[in-house]
């Protein structure tokens, strides 16, 4: 028989029960972290979202009935009335001494996964428990990260007279060249997934002149590495009256605010993480090489060669990634493999574009963007693509459009690194891959 809630409401969240509340009446609810029962005396580590607190029944101290009724499992959601009592023992030094308790919901005997984080279970059978999972102290210090990131990243560029805009996530044509799109139905028409809010963030920099968005985008790739998603959640920046300088140096100015914010308010699930020496405030600016400086670089330190025109491979990122172990610019890559969008440079051999590097770990790319609509069209046609597939976002460019430059950042791979995992999986809450769908 599982117990009603009735009137019972929360006064407390467990990070909230400090010793300022001894002998104090609180009512706390959660889930069963831990169940020990020795007899006399049973005890019950309660988490919620914030934390755990021990209850404690001693035979005797607590009434007959509230000791010989408990009986619980791991996971059980339970409601506690009682009062705070100090016990250096106990976690955080606090134990709260029930008067009442009520079970609202069981589980089974056996979890399929271990919720007592003794050992870490497998990725994927995590994955397919991930409301469960997502419970555990682990998880709880990585969302944790992730929301300070989130929310520092808002305050920093709202500050820093960003707007926040939203842009649609269905679109007609591609966005940036046709590869790497879901293709949807829309109605009795084929639309796809949007796979960046590129050209809509540039329209938008020729309205609020600085834009963010923080949304999901779409990628079909089929990798099947640790740091590709099918579903990503991107930070996507774009800045008028602005170059690739400006980006630059706002993009190292946020990170760095973001690494401040955490270290000062995410300690606990640092220090979980075992990740608080490793998470340092970088120093401003970052260093910055050309891309033809890397492959030199990379030639003489590690002997790969890489024509000029190619991407840096993995293993090239994974052997720099040893050298260059904080934050650093790649600059002025081939525009030959960079989107039509972004901006030549005076030799055109090179364009006005970057990516933002974690030692071995791209975080971004970004550019100065052509502005010009003739330059557009050409630089669309250049690369194989139709200028008339584009003309709703082509005309914008003739009202006005200013110079602009921006930048699009994979958050959870950054997430991925600021919390020390091994797979991007982890670092979101419900993973889309090629093989994953579920839940
Ligand atoms: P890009 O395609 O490089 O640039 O994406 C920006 C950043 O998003 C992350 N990312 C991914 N993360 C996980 N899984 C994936 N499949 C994946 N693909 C990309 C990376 C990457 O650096 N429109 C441009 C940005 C711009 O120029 O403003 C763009 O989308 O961290």
Redesign the pocket.
Known sequence: MLDDMDDWRKTHYTHEVTPDLIDQEVTLGGWVRNYRDLGGLKFINLQDKYGERQITLKKGVVSDEIFDKTKVGYQYCIMVKGKVKAFKKAPGGIEVIPSELKILNKTPDKLPIDMTGETISELDLRLNNRALDLRSVRNQAVFQIRGEVLNTIREFLLENNFTEITTPKIIGSA??GGTELFPIMYFDKEAFLT????LY?EQLSGVFERVFEISD?F?A?K?HTR????E?F?L???MAFATMNDVLKTLEELVHQVIKNVRENQMNSLKFLKMEEKTVLPELPFPRYTYEEMLELIESKFRISIEFGEDISTEAYRKLGKELTGYYYITHWPMSIK?F??MPSKDPKYSE?F??QMGW???????TRVHSSEQLRQALEAKGLNPIAFESHLKVYDFGMPPHA?????I???ITFLCGLDD?REAVMYPRTPDRLTP
């Open positions: 966005t940036e796979q960046s809010a590129q963030k985008c990628r790739e990798s740091r590709h998603l099918c990503i991107t996507d920046i774009e989107p969008y972004i574009s990516d933002l770990l791209e975080l971004t790319s970004g550019g921006g930048v699009g950042l994979g959870d791979r950054w991007i």
